[in-house]
């Protein structure tokens, strides 16, 4: 009893219905934009759950919409919210939903890609790295056009402390598409392994933890959705600068259906490619015939630790760009061989 009290504490007064602002608002979903609602306050608790415990936390919704999320999160006893929406037209909606809760919602009408996160809360709220994750959490469905690249920014902006982890090890739940979500925590010979697991997998606990039928949207995307929840670790698992690993791991799921010795290969101009494929994989002690999805996280690390040594000794190489010089040899009329694209990260 005494729990349901406090609870109840948090409560939103009585409000129209996600179904019923969308009408009073006349906020039909815009398939340019790939906006797709969840009107369902079950669901969208159930997701706000999986951020954990949000009492007295402070929080960014990205792309509230028409705020079934937002309602969640404002129940779960927040302190404060800050709402990024890039469409006006969701603006009253949140404006009513701020006023219900007593001002707690800060809307910023704006684009997540370029809002600068690093100064959306107080000082006091940010916490020494090593620490305990700090109160401080982002949560958001997004279109999946958006919510790829984010978390790559983000990823980055992790690793370099920056941005939403200027704050300390900022936890994000985020909906991708269901194959992305997949990829995101696919473990070591997994079919989705690829690209995006190494990065998120490097720097954070990613667990993937339910998936929300499409038919649970308004109006239903062709695909299946997947909840993913984000703990930043304080030692990432390869301790190379970001774009050292992007740029090996990259290269290695290039050709990911082949052995990984060809992916290894892209990093080195063809001169001295063969050598140093060879050298790499001897000195990282990796099999060149495994395939780039059989490579477990210790095989990237030494694969990373022995290409940053590589690019040390050689001040040039970590400029050197496989895809400029494929583009220059097809200028000149020389064929070559092609990476086939590792198209989702
Ligand atoms: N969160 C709502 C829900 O679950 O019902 C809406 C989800 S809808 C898939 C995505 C929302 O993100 C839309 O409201 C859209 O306008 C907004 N959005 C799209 N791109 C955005 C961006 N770059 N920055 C901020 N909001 C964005």
Redesign the pocket.
């Known amino acids: 009893m005494a729990t349901q009290g406090v609870l109840a504490k948090y409560r939103l007064p009585p409000l129209p219905t996600i179904g019923e602002i969308i009408k009073l608002f006349n906020l039909r979903a815009e398939k340019q934009?790939?906006?797709?609602?969840?009107l369902d306050l079950k669901l969208?608790d159930k997701i706000v759950r999986k951020a954990g415990n949000l009492q007295n936390a402070y929080v960014c919704e990205?792309?509230?919409?028409?705020g079934?999320?937002t309602r969640s999160i404002l129940n779960a006893g927040v302190e404060e919210l800050l709402v990024?929406?890039?469409?006006t037209r969701?603006i009253p909606g949140l404006k009513m939903l701020n006023e219900a809760s007593s001002g707690k919602v800060q809307i910023v009408h704006?684009?997540?890609?370029t809002y600068r996160m690093d100064r959306a809360f107080p000082k006091h709220l940010k916490k020494p790295w090593d620490d305990d994750p700090p109160n401080v959490h982002i949560i958001?469905?997004?279109?999946f056009s958006?919510s790829t690249p984010l978390i790559i920014k983000w990823l980055e902006q992790l690793a370099d402390r920056t941005g939403p982890f200027t704050y300390g090890r900022t936890q994000m739940t985020l909906t991708f598409q269901k194959e992305v979500a997949e990829r995101l925590t696919a473990s070591t010979s997994s079919k989705q392994r690829s690209r995006l697991s190494i990065m998120a997998q490097n720097l954070c606990n990613v667990k993937n933890c339910f998936t929300i039928p499409g038919r649970a949207f308004v109006p239903k995307p062709e695909v299946d959705v997947g909840v993913v929840h984000f703990t930043p670790f304080i030692q990432p698992k390869i301790e190379q600068p970001f774009k050292v690993v992007e740029k090996v791991v990259r290269s290695v799921f290039q050709f990911r259906r082949k052995y990984c010795h060809h992916g290894v290969s892209i990093l080195f101009p063809e001169e001295s490619r063969l050598k140093c494929t060879e050298q790499m994989l001897r000195l990282a002690d990796v099999d060149p015939t495994l395939r780039p999805t059989e490579l477990t996280m210790t095989h990237f690390k030494k694969l990373c630790n022995v290409y940053r040594e590589m690019c040390d000794q050689n001040p040039n190489l970590f400029a050197y760009n496989f895809r400029e010089e494929l583009r220059m040899r097809k200028l000149q009329g020389k064929t070559t061989e092609e990476g086939e694209e590792d198209d989702l990260q």
Not at 84 to 87: A, F, L, P, R, S
């Open positions: 934009l790939s906006q797709n609602f969840l969208t990205v792309g509230p919409g028409p079934g999320i990024v929406e890039k469409d969701f704006g684009d997540i890609l958001g469905n997004l279109p958006v």
